[in-house]
């Protein structure tokens, strides 16, 4: 039975592998995992603009929400570092599967404890429920991202995690529809918000989470050998692709989290759209959605294939798959206790097409190579959140919604590009760089702060020098590859 205590030890080195192509059922099992992370993790988005309104917050105080949330990532890969500093790695003694189950479980708790803060009308009650469930969410970053990174062959390591990505994109394009749904429609009381509304959805989620560690308990996932052979470098920090990649994964996460959590806030601005809360919510799905077809398409790139010149059939019939999965799961709606369509005219999402032409332009100049393309995406990214910033109506919408698009490799290439060749410090490497998740609780304070004084529009240009940053880690391992090479 794969959840019996006589798991093997576990090293993250591809080498050691039971299986040496892509084990299918495993990876599809790891993917499923992204796919709910990426579910929980954007329900934040939803909970920002509804906790502002319920507890009359400010912008920054909103922010508070993902500053509990991505703390956890940094307390606990913090922890996790000094725990595998002094008495070895622990993914490497409890195993993945126990990881995983362990994470899941945690997840559950952190859901179950919105039933009690909702009734006790706590702000910080749920931010204490927040970082308990992103505690369960960062064991679970731990453990997969490299997991999914090792198995299989090491020069698709980039594609496959881009393929698992395009999964959590999944969850996070689904995420404000369903959250937006059943917060703001289903379970609110009478059209007003209420903080009851929140008790049967995240109940459901740690039902979810529930179900989800039985059957990883269950499955079988192979494990991971390491070399007898040590690296001479003492810890991970000694490599400084890692060093710098820490940096480039907190400036990305934090970025991203930012723009994600003030877009709903974006498109109810004025000068942009002045639409209200529940249609913004369905519109970020377009922002969230980008990033899966990103993703997917960048899988498709940055794969070892025996007949290269297809890879560009793939990826437009991809995006076009996903465009049209976007198109439908935001015309579901809630209405009088039943679920409807409202399709959004086709004609006005145009500039939406643009952009995902844009994005394959954007992989063709980037030539499937992960660092190339990281250098040649924050390149672009510059250019569509200035235009947000300084622009008005349709234009800075449709801006700052294709930051998704080309937000969505920076993930898995980063992460990739950081662990390799890290050998048997690449779990405590996986750490390290999870930790850098913390981005994501402290941009979201600095974009609200900004957003605050200088207006919401504006704030938008926060992230500009993150990006700049990442083009240059894209640069400087293209160039150290070149080198190696």
């Not at 929980?40 to 939803?46: H, I, S």
């Not at 007898?228 to 991203?256: C, H, N, T, W």
């Not at 801006?399 to 410090?425: D, P, Q, R, V, Y």
Request: net charge neutral.
């Amino acid at each position: 039975m794969a959840g019996s205590t006589s798991e093997p030890v576990n090293t993250l080195n591809s080498s050691s592998l039971e299986t040496g192509p892509t084990s299918h059922t495993p990876f599809v099992t790891v993917t499923f995992l992204f796919f709910f992370w990426g579910f929980l993790t954007v329900m934040n988005d939803v909970l920002i603009p509804f906790f502002k309104k319920t507890f009359d917050l400010t912008y920054f105080q909103a922010g508070l929400v993902q500053f509990a949330f991505f703390g956890a990532f940094f307390v606990i890969s913090l922890l996790y570092f000094f725990i595998s500093t002094k008495s070895g790695d622990p993914i490497n003694r409890i195993g993945y599967q126990r990881t995983i189950v362990i994470a899941l479980c945690i997840c559950a708790g952190g859901c179950a404890l919105f039933s009690p803060a909702a009734a006790a009308g706590s702000y910080a009650f749920f931010l204490g429920a927040l970082f308990l469930l992103a505690t369960g969410v960062t064991l679970l970053q731990i453990a997969a991202n490299p997991y999914a990174a090792i198995l299989g062959k090491p020069e698709n390591a980039s594609s496959r995690l881009n393929l698992a990505q395009g999964l959590n994109s999944l969850g996070t394009t689904l995420a404000p529809i369903a959250g937006g749904l059943l917060v703001y429609k289903v379970f609110a009381s009478e059209g007003e918000l209420a903080l009851d509304a929140l008790k049967t959805p995240y109940l459901i989620f740690a039902g979810v989470c529930l179900v989800l560690a039985g059957v990883v308990w269950f499955i079988h996932l192979p494990s991971i050998g390491g070399d007898s052979v040590q690296d001479e470098k003492s810890s991970a920090l000694g490599f400084p692709q890692l060093r710098l990649g820490m940096a480039a994964i907190f400036l990305y996460v934090g970025s991203e989290v930012a723009i994600g959590s003030y877009l709903i806030d974006f498109m109810g601005n004025e000068n942009v759209m002045g639409w209200a809360k529940p249609l913004a919510t369905t519109y970020l799905a377009f922002y969230w959605g980008g990033a899966m077809i990103g993703r997917l398409c960048g899988s498709i790139a940055m794969c070892d294939m025996e007949n290269p010149g297809r890879k560009p059939v793939y990826m437009i019939a991809t995006a076009a798959a996903v465009m049209a999965l976007i198109y439908i799961v935001t015309a579901v709606d809630f209405k009088d206790g039943e679920l409807v369509t409202k399709f959004i005219e086709l004609k006005t999402l145009w500039p939406f097409a643009a952009m995902v032409g844009l994005c394959l332009v954007a992989f063709a100049i980037g030539k499937g190579r992960p660092a190339m393309v990281l250098s040649v995406f924050s390149v672009f990214l510059i250019a569509l959140l200035i235009v947000a910033a300084l622009t008005t109506g349709k234009v800075a919408l449709w801006a700052a919604l294709g930051a998704g698009l080309f937000n969505s490799i920076m993930w898995s290439n980063i992460f990739t590009l950081a662990i390799e060749g890290l050998k048997e410090h690449t779990s405590q490497g996986s750490s390290l760089l999870v930790m850098m998740i913390v981005g994501g609780a402290l941009f979201p304070l600095v974009m609200g702060a900004a957003a605050d004084r200088f207006g919401i529009r504006h704030a938008f240009l926060v992230p500009v020098l993150s990006y700049v940053y990442i083009a240059f880690y894209g640069w400087w391992c293209h160039a150290r590859s070149a080198k190696l090479s």
